[in-house]
Nanobody, 127 residues
Framework: QLQLVESGGGLVQPGGSLRLSCAASGFTLGYYAIGWFRQAPGKEREGVAC????????NYADSVKGRFTISRDNANNTVYLQMNSLQPDDTAVYYCAAAPPGVRCRLILKEEYLEIWGKGTLVTVSS
């Protein structure tokens, strides 16, 4: 089956950093644009970041600009989300999802054209 598996979540203090990974199984991740999403307790899911198939184009939610960086290593079938300066408001379950090539990142962040979803990894920011 086509699967995405997130990893790297955990407990971190405010101001700390984490790097999340999104690994593909059963398909070539390089054929897909990838988005990261999160859902905090009691809130709706929101788009966080996206990256094009080649990694040449990225986009971010205003709430994470300057703090989060999305990147990809197509040779290893993996997309990353580097999260710096984490704050309690960043606490959420983080998901990655895949869209066909050519889909604009701004549309991906609105959850359009997504075909494959991971099950999520929990990030908790607390002192």
């Amino acid at each position: 089956q086509l699967q995405l598996v997130e990893s790297g979540g955990g407990l971190v203090q405010p101001g700390g950093s984490l790097r999340l990974s999104c690994a593909a199984s059963g398909f070539t991740l390089g054929y897909y644009a990838i988005g990261w999403f999160r859902q905090a307790p009691g809130k709706e899911r929101e788009g966080v970041a996206c990256v094009s198939t080649s990694g040449g184009r990225t986009n971010y939610a205003d709430s994470v600009k300057g703090r989060f960086t999305i990147s990809r290593d197509n040779a290893n079938n993996t997309v990353y989300l580097q999260m710096n300066s984490l704050q309690p408001d960043d606490t959420a379950v983080y998901y990655c999802a895949a869209a066909p090539p050519g889909v604009r990142c701004r549309l991906i962040l609105k959850e359009e054209y997504l075909e494959i979803w991971g099950k999520g990894t929990l990030v908790t920011v607390s002192s």
